[in-house]
């Protein structure tokens, strides 16, 4: 795409999209080193808690800008033997497969192969039939089964054991028809049942099993060679055992589920190696950029999953002097959250007899966690949200920032002739129509004569801070004081100031408040 020139204040040659548009960065050099330096701490959290849990055997990595960046592991994958796990032990991760599975639908969405939109009954026709809850329901959508938003009941305890049902099963399941719990559409309800049916519909739409596509269309390209849906093809000399923790303290090995209908719900094996690399390719969708696409499914799709599009609750608690707040609901296939660290939150755990897993990322900051056990239920969620306190200690941890677009930069030029000598026709030029509507030119004149008489002359402006492509602020280094210049531009072609406030600031690091609509950072005080 390009941007064509216009004539007055902000004519300009012909721009590339990346040119007006920008893409986050990081811009700390020191970063990595400060990651890498809390991984030792990171790996005591971790070994800490596989002891605290009891768990036989556990795998976990760090993955940094698109590549594993540590890997390591505790304990025994096979009690029997005494064999010690390592990057290549195979384990199930149960729901975690629920993110592939939406990746699939996603892939042939794209692929206008089927729509979201879809009604259900266009790829299992037994929905045609089925009785739904009230009379004004309308017919399911792909969209509901993907968001958890059908208004199945919550099915953990009965899901886990449907892995191996046959496609004969859910035949006759779906004719007999499926009880709501809630009405469509209305409430989060997490659903196995809903992507079981997802399989279904990957398999339809793809013209072959849910598990074929799947590892030639998502796993071979992204290299998991490591990963399956068959226990059974899985090598006795990686495979990690499953064990249940009696209440006596000994271990009980669990049956391996073999694969069924219900695979795509929660069947696939992996290795912390192939883990890495696929939490490396859901952080490589961000920032949005001008780059090729590397596939196996478009950065925008990937984003797309990572969304939040069903709200499911709100906690707020106080622990250790400090309130903690957390809003959570689902994507498609991911969970999605914010607290009072981070503004997204990534990711999914999953359990099934034998086993217990956790995978998180965090978009903006290019880092993500995961974590695999084979213990029943082991979800190693708390190492993680704690290896993530351990990193935000070390300084690395740190959000891309935006460089200011070029818009910006030309209008706190503007601003700043203005600041130093007001004159009515220049800033009648970069105004949107509202602006002395808002406030006349007099009235603004005025205030900043005020401001300059508080804080004298200013030597400098600094750099714009982009809070996005079309709002930003700079600060001003004055006599007696720093004033904050925070502006947004309208959405016309040439873009023009539609707001704009001057304010006298302790420093050069403070932000203004962003306008009344504008989106606010997550945070949390007493």
Same mark, same amino acid.
């Given at each position: ?278 939490? +490396?390719? @859901?952080?490589? %969708?961000?920032?949005?950029?001008? =780059? !090729?696409? /590397?596939?196996?499914? *478009? ?127 220049? +800033?009648? @030029?970069?105004? %949107?129509?509202?602006?002395?509507? =808002? !406030?006349? /030119?007099?009235?603004? *004149? ?81």
């Amino acid at each position: 795409m390009r941007l064509l020139p216009v004539s007055g204040l902000f004519a300009a040659t012909l721009l590339f999209a990346s040119d007006a548009y920008p893409p986050a960065r990081f811009t700390d050099p020191q970063r990595l080193q400060k990651l890498e330096s809390a991984l030792p701490e990171v790996d005591q959290i971790f070994r800490r808690f596989a002891d605290d849990k009891k768990i036989p055997g556990m795998a976990w990595g760090v993955v940094i800008d698109g590549r594993l960046a540590h890997v390591s592991s505790a304990g025994v994958r096979d009690r029997a033997a005494g064999a010690t796990v390592d990057a290549n032990t195979v384990f199930r991760i149960a729901s975690m497969t629920k993110s592939f599975t939406a990746l699939a639908i996603l892939k042939l969405r794209d692929e206008g192969k089927l729509s979201l939109e879809d009604p259900v009954s266009k790829w299992i026709p037994e929905f045609a039939r089925m009785e739904l809850p009230t009379r004004d329901t309308a017919p399911l959508r792909i969209r509901q089964l993907l968001s958890h938003s059908a208004g199945f009941p919550e099915d953990n305890p009965w899901g886990d054991q449907q892995l191996a049902a046959s496609d004969a099963d859910l035949t006759k399941w779906l004719k007999l028809g499926i009880p709501f719990s809630t009405p469509p559409d209305t409430r989060y309800e997490y659903s196995n049942y809903a992507f079981g049916l997802l399989g279904r519909v990957v398999t339809r739409a793809s013209g072959m099993p849910y598990d074929k596509y799947v590892q030639r269309e998502i796993l071979e390209k992204l290299h998991m060679d490591g990963s399956t849906f068959e226990f059974s093809s899985v090598p006795a000399s990686t495979r990690a055992v499953g064990y249940r923790l009696q209440p006596d303290g000994t271990y009980l090995e669990e049956a391996p589920l073999p694969h069924g209908a219900f695979g795509s719900m929660g069947g696939l094996l992996t290795t912390a190696t192939d883990l890495g690399k696929y939490v +490396a390719f @859901q952080l490589s %969708a961000w920032p949005p950029r001008d =780059d !090729a696409e /590397a596939g196996p499914v *478009r950065r925008a799709s990937v984003r797309e999953m990572n969304h939040l599009w069903r709200p499911a609750n709100l906690t707020v608690r106080r622990a250790d002097g400090k309130i903690q707040a957390n809003a959570s609901g689902y994507g498609f296939g991911l969970r999605i959250s914010s607290d009072c660290r981070f503004e997204q939150i990534v990711g999914h755990g999953g359990g099934l007899p034998g086993f217990g897993s956790y995978m998180l990322w965090l978009p903006d900051y290019g880092v993500g966690l995961f974590a695999m056990a084979n213990l029943t239920y082991a979800g190693p969620a708390e190492p993680i949200n704690q290896a993530l306190d351990i990193f935000l200690k070390s300084g690395g941890l740190q959000r891309r920032e935006l460089p200011a677009s070029p818009i910006l930069t030309q209008t706190r030029d503007h601003i700043v002739k203005l600041w130093k000598a007001w004159d009515d026709s220049e +800033a009648k @030029q970069i105004a %949107a129509v509202n602006l002395f509507l =808002d !406030a006349p /030119a007099a009235q603004r *004149r005025e205030e900043i004569r005020k401001l300059k008489e508080d804080v004298g002359e200013c030597s400098a402006a600094g750099p714009v801070i982009a809070e996005n492509w079309l709002r930003g602020q700079f600060n001003m280094t004055c006599q007696k004081g720093n004033v904050g210049v925070f502006f947004t531009m309208a959405p016309t072609r040439p873009p023009a100031v539609q707001h704009l406030v001057f304010r006298k600031v302790a420093g050069d690091g403070v932000r203004l408040s962003a306008p009344t609509g504008a989106p606010a950072g997550v945070s949390c005080s007493e």
